[in-house]
């Protein structure tokens, strides 16, 4: 290479550097104050009044150690108004309102008097505790469910997932579940949690949207393979008219979302700026044909939750009593909550809380192949479209609304956790939420806490050191 092509490499480079910095910068200055605002809002309403903790600890344990961003932001509880105010040297401030059973929204854009209309004559769920084993009932019988188990060495591996040898604390798991053959056989839960502590999923809940979508097909309110209803797309000559509800579940769109999670970028501006969140990642432009390129979306799974909407009657009452009937209340999944945008639509990519157990009872249900408690809720057949690869994805990564372990060996692509069977299939959320359906070993793994940027959980030798216990002896 000359010298003179050297200089202009040099400064190619650093013009794009440049260009990336000032993009950065930019975004930085139009959307940080809100996104940060919105996110401390958000996280410390539900840590308040869903999870019942200290506003203080989470700010803390949550908000600080989320974003260097929500760190900056002092928080004000107001008891009575059920609100949660995030605010910066009194120059930028954002709320969220909190109703009892449907959790924490933003309220910019929404009155609080709009938001508790949505709510009028909806009945909601409560947790409650229920005789007989775990799924049916609360009760845990660990010696009893334990046969064939080296419980010792199953201990050491649940143990081992507490294990934060880090001064920052980072890792912070803070529960841990093992359900093998049905029934749980180990539990642990760190200081200050417990069985009845809600934790939020953050992308797991992709995997009960996904769920969602399946009940409505096999209701037959929804088609598989027919362009997906989406209003925005209905004008004529419009090339996202071909979307159908299959590319949308396997991530297959086509369409354009920015998932950096950086202030200004689409995923931050719909999850933390935007009413109407489905709606707003429906206005996205297509950029490759439905169904031929894979791309990781919230926008999407947002507008499937807007479609479930839709298709229930069309107001958050209606989406909320079709979950509840068709979904938590058969699972026993009687501590889920899933928080909703100003529109009244589940914020489906993002913001289901529920108790580890009920998580690991959303597990079960697909470990069951659709049953659970003696019913049937989805069949088989959708259990298997939901972990099946995508013809045109070398990787073999992703489902529909679940990640995959299965890797493609002969194209060069190892599975995500290569100490661990191939047929494991995930719901995986922000700061190391997993919930883990193994089928060969007939068990589910649930592991839930705040492992913050920059720190890894050792889910790779967690996990497969519980899998060779589960079965040792």
Known sequence: ?????????????????????????????????????????QL??????????????????????????????????DRTARTVTASLFGLTSRSAYYRPGIGCTLTEGTSTYELDRQVQGLETMTLQSRTGLWPEGDDVDVEASSAG????????????????????????????????????VAERYAPGFDRDSRFLGW????????????????DGRLNLDAPAPVPEWREPGDPRAAITLRNMLNMASGLSFAEQYLPGDDSTVMLFESE?????????????????????????TNMLSRIVRDATGGSLKSVYEYARQRLFEPAGMTSA?????????????????????????????????????????????????????LAFDPMRHYGAQFW??????????????????????????????????????????????????????????????????????
């Open 404 to 473: 995959l372990n299965e890797g493609n060996a002969s194209a060069g692509h190892a599975p995500m956790l290569d100490r661990c069977p191939a047929d494991m299939y995930m719901a995986r959320g922000h700061n190391a939420q997993i919930l883990a359906i193994v089928p060969s070993k007939r068990t589910v793994i649930v592991r839930l806490g705040w492992t913050a940027d920059g720190h890894t959980f050792d889910e790779n030798g967690v996990f497969s050191g519980i899998l060779a216990a589960v079965e040792k002896r």
């Open 337 to 389: 909550v899933f928080q909703p945008d100003g529109s009244g639509v589940p914020i489906g990519s993002s913001f289901l809380y529920a108790t580890a157990r009920d998580w690991a009872r959303f597990g079960q249900l697909f470990l069951g192949e659709g049953e659970i408690n003696g019913q049937r809720l989805l069949s088989k057949e959708w259990v298997a479209f939901s972990r099946e690869p």
């Open 203 to 218: 992308s797991m809940s992709k995997s009960v949207t996904g769920a969602l979508i399946g009940m409505l097909v096999e």
């Open 149 to 184: 188990v080296d419980r010792t060495a199953l201990l050491a591996a649940v143990n081992a997932a507490f294990d934060d040898p880090t001064p920052q604390k980072g890792i912070d798991t803070r529960a841990i579940v093992v359900v093998h053959d049905g029934r749980i």
């Open 44 to 77: 410390a309403c539900a840590g308040v009044f869903l999870m019942n903790r200290d506003v203080a600890e989470v700010k803390a344990r949550d908000v600080e150690r989320l974003n260097p961003l929500t760190a900056m932001f002092d928080l004000t509880v």
């Open 276 to 300: 109407d969140m489905g709606g707003y990642a429906a206005l996205r432009p297509l950029i490759h044909p439905p169904g031929t390129s894979w791309s990781y979306s919230s926008g999407t």
């Open 1 to 41: 290479m000359t010298k003179k092509r050297s200089r202009w490499l040099v400064a190619g480079v650093g013009v794009l550097a440049a260009a990336v910095v000032a993009a950065f910068s930019s975004g930085l200055v139009r959307h940080g104050p809100a996104m940060g605002a919105g996110v401390a809002a």
